[in-house]
Nanobody, 124 residues
């Protein structure tokens, strides 16, 4: 499976961006889609995840209330709407997929397939 992530860019604090992740294979009910990010000099961290069929959703505490993950079944696409962006959100954002159990959704090292990443820079 290949994943194509897009939508990154430069935005001012308080601004918004919408990231998209398009898998090369049709997602099925067992697929878990996760968004992770890695800031310069920091470890990769979990941002959000969604189970393809059930719609179960989870967010990191740092983005709750500001980010929204959603899936578009018809377009086989997952979006990450990011609002009220802050400088600390600056990072390369990656989408990933696997057939993990829901309880493992935050464990990036367990995901099987990763996109190439898209850079989000929040700066004035």
């Amino acid at each position: 499976v290949q994943l194509q992530a897009s939508g990154g860019g430069l935005v001012q604090p308080g601004g918004s961006l919408k990231l998209s992740c398009v898998p090369s294979n049709r997602m099925t009910s067992s697929n878990l889609i996760g968004w992770f990010r890695q800031a310069p000099g920091k470890e990769r961290e979990f941002v959000a995840a969604v189970r393809w069929n059930s719609g179960n959703i989870d967010y990191a505490d740092s983005v709750k209330g500001r980010f929204t993950i959603s899936r578009d079944n018809a377009k086989n696409t997952v979006h990450l709407q990011m609002n009220n962006l802050m400088p600390e959100d600056t990072a390369v954002y990656y989408c990933a997929t696997s057939r993990l159990i829901w309880g493992a959704r935050t464990q990036g090292h367990l995901y099987d397939y990763w996109g190439q990443g898209t850079l989000v820079t929040v700066s004035s």
